[in-house]
Every structure is written in structure tokens, then in C-alpha cells.
């Protein structure tokens, strides 16, 4: 049984830990980083920390989650108000260049160096794509039901999109290119055209 | 300095043990798999083993390559054959399905368990796919200038097409799903229209 939780372990606390973490690990990377610099950091305590993590792996895959999470969050947010098909895919490809953009160096430790964290990360790494691949489902078929893009099969395309995005975001976030700015025109034309949309007019 | 190569230990010993030691990881998985093992089941020996390789994680990795250059090889001889944009991705659709159908379960392995593997794995799989990014961009590049498809980005577009086929081949290859014979001819029409091919057509 889990001890009764003290005022001070509480949601505020937890959050400024996670904040605490995420800035050592973005500046220290992940092996360098002790569970000590992130008790430091936050000016918590060690018995604050091992209240909600009982390692630095934990701490360190909640951050992924606690990002997928506000990815997610952003993402439905926008899509409410954005109006069309093509108006969702553009306010859905803004959220993932500026939350990608904001938490650069902190994507880069997750993926660059949580690959060191073999099978646990890679499934949920699968866990979180699972999210989004739902989302962006949800949202062709909601295209396809309101006539806004042609009937197409909104799995395996969410399929395809997921795995571009993906592809792409690593490879910038590894290698600092194709450059979001210069590259995000030539994805949104290609994305569109994908799903029957060119020029903004439905095709065939 | 190495010892001279001895008759035994030239490249068809090198070629048996490659495809013991596929086997044996296909069947007993990276980590229970025991260099002994893939001695035996080669009918070679420790020194030969050796030779060639100093540990179990670079005879996987040297399995990686063998497996990305059969998988070039086959797409270049298909793609020469080939005539026209549509005809090249069918081609190199085909062989991907063939190929990795063939050695699917050499290819989980080498997905799933090579993630335990870390940073060295990362490494190798960028560099692995950099290869077929090229080979992509070349024959978008090809298709523009002979006019079969409409002038788009060959490099975007090429990152598109390859995290698109790698997002869906390693879901495939990790659940068993989406079955590629299913999936295939909606897969081909997304990557279709998304540089501007619809019913065998340019778009726009």
C-alpha cells in the first residue's frame, strides 16, 4: 500500500519534477543525468521524487507521456475550431511543427538516446503512435463522411501519414533537416494530394 | 594484423554462417541465441566464427546489411525492368512485399530485439534507410524528368514514400497487421496521388 500522499508530494509538485527533468535531461542527455541534479533542479526532495517514480527510466518515460499528452491536448484543441478537411490537416501539421519546434531538444533526448531503453521504449513509442494514428482516422473519416475529400481507406492512410510525419520529424529532430519551414509546403501538397486533394479541389 | 584467410574461412563459410546464424536468431531470438549455437548449425567452427566476426551483436548487424543489400539488389534489377513511373513503384512494391514476407521473421527479430541493441541499431537503421531515401529520390527524380509524374520535390517526397512503407512494414512486421496483400492496392494509391498519379493519370 501506497503511504498516505503529503501536501507537499502533491500534482504541483509532481509537475514542477517533470519540469525539473525535462530541462536536465535536455542539458545533461539522459545517462548523464542523476536522480539527484532532477531533486536539485526542482527544489524538491528525494522522497518527493521516489513518491511518484521509482527510477530515472520512469520519471524519463512519463515525460514522453506527459508530452504525447500535450501534443494531443493541442491537436484536439485546434482540430474543434479548424473548419474542412484541408483546414484540419493545416492546423494539425502548425501543432506538430510548433510543439516539435518548442520542445526540440527534449524530442531529441527522447528518441536519440531512449532508443538505449530498447523494448520498453519501442512499445510506447508503438503506445503513443497509436494515438495519433486514431486521431488522424478520425478525422479522414470525418473528411470522407462530410464529402470534404474522396472515400478513401481512412486506416491504411493514417497509416501512410503517421509514418511520414514520423520519418520526417526523427530525421529533422537527428539530423536538423529537411528544415520544418522551408519543408512544411512540399508535405502539406503531398499529404493533400495523398488523400485527393490538389490545388484544393478534390481529384478523380 | 589478421592471420592469413584460410580456405575454410572464405566467403562461403562466411555465407553458410550468415544463414545459420539467421535461422538460429529467426528461431531462438537475438538474446537466447549463443555464438555456439550458430557454430553448430553452420558445421563450422569457433575460429571460423571469429574470423569474420569478434561478437554476437556485429554477426546481427553484418545480418542487417546482407538483408538491406539483397533488398537493393532485387529493387535495382526490378527497376531497371521496369518502365515508366507507375511501373518502377510497382516494381519496387513488389519486391518489398515479396522480400520482407520471405524473411519476416528474420526482420522481427531484427526490429523488435535490435531496439535492445540501442544507439548502434539506431545508426545502422538510419543509415540503411538513407540508402533507400536515395533510391527513391532517384527514380522520383527520373519520373519528373521524363515527365510521368507532375514536377513535385523528389527529396520531401521521397522522405514521405520512405517513412511511409517503413511505418507500415514495421507495424506489419510487429502485429501482423495490416496483411500487405490486403492493404497493398490502397497503399499503392495513397503514394499514387501523392505525386500526382490518380487512375494511371496526372493530376492538376
Redesign the interface.
Known sequence: MKPDKPESEGSDTKTRILEAAASVFASKGYHDTRIDDIVEASGSSKGGFYFHWPSKEKIFLSLIDTFADLLEDRLRERLAVARGGIGRLDAALGVCVETFGKYRSLAKIAI??A?????T??TQR?RVEDRFVAIIRENLAAAIADGSIPP??P???A??????????VM?WI?TGS?DPQV?LP??R???L????I??GRI??
Chains 1, 2 share one sequence.
Open positions: 536519440v538516446q532508443a538505449g531503453l530498447g523494448l521504449f519501442e508503438r478513401i481507406d486506416e491504411i492512410a497509416l501512410v501519414w503517421m509514418g511520414a510525419l514520423d520519418g520526417i530525421r537527428q529537411p519543408a512540399s508535405i501538397a503531398i499529404l494530394r495523398s488523400i485527393g490538389a490545388d481529384i478523380s
